[in-house]
């Protein structure tokens, strides 16, 4: 620390570690999805497909999740219906 | 047996062929037989690196194809012995490469006698850069203190551990280095820059080097020099240092700290 940089802005100060929270989370929440097979994508969109034919919901609205535990996988599927009124008005 | 090393990264313009060229180079000063292959078809630009580009007369895929033997294709480096240099096509036919057709070309050199093999992989995640992996022993992670290199570094590593040959195939994993590049210990120091530690503990794979911002880089790819040769330089020592960790010699880290500053320098704040 030198003299000068006492009295420089203390805006920029340390940027370098709000790079480095900001990467530890979006690295592990994409190793988190890349560690999935190729074919959830693929089957998350057809799965919304049929759901839309029923209920008017976003993609982002179904998420599709494989959990793999040592002897079993799981696989999540979680889909925010909207509410009645919503759908009757709508 | 060949071994394999592909130098990649992802992100583009993070150093992957300045890199490809000091450590070939270095790997045939050290006295091993080596080819550095540009595997960027359509840019090709290790050749302007390397200071061959005037004698580039057949390329990469020539050789694929059947058009050229290895042997017309390579080019002999003038500066360095037991060096040698496999152009790049610069036809815009992205498909022009093939597993086969590389795996042909791969064991053609092996036969030949070549120790160690670069292959310098073009940016992205696309049919070049998997191709440039797929068959690799060793993987050289080139990555910038930076956010969108460190990130892109990570989807690489997570494409070598699933598409790689060795994946594939349920061999021992793809050995993976990293190799940080354009360090500047002093924006480190103001808590500009990522440290070291900061992308050692994101990506979590071994420290193969820290190649330190230095002018000689843009100095040696002007000349058409590989940067290693250039001894009087950080950047230059730094990369022979790489070569030797990478060949399993132990080597400090060097260049990581700002150089030591007089009183007054210190005082105003001036760099060195």
Redesign the interface.
Known sequence: MSILDFFRAKDSENSASVARERLQIIVAHERGRNQQPDYIAKMQEEILEVIKKYIDIDQDQVTVQLDDTDDCSVLELNVVLPDEKAVETG | MAKIIVVTSGKGGVGKTTTSAAIGTGLAQKGHKTIIIDFDVGLRNLDLIMGCERRVVYDFVNVVKGEASLKQAMIKDKRTDGLFILPASQTRDKDALTQEGVEEVLKGLAEDGFEYIVCDSPAGIEKGAQLALYFADEAVVVTNP??AS??DS??IL?ILQSKSQRAEQGDEPVGEHLLLTRYDPLR?K??????VE?VN??LAIPLLGVIPESQAVLKASNQGIPVILDKETEAGQAYSDAVDRLLGETREHRFLELPQRGFFR????VPA
């Not at chain 2, 210190?266 to 704040?269: A, N, P, Q, S, Y």
Request: hydrophobic letters at 40%; zero cysteines; proline letters at 0%.
């Open positions: 930076e956010v460190v990130r990570d989807r997570g480190v103001n808590g500009e820059m990522l440290s900061d503990d994101i210190r005082l105003l704040g």
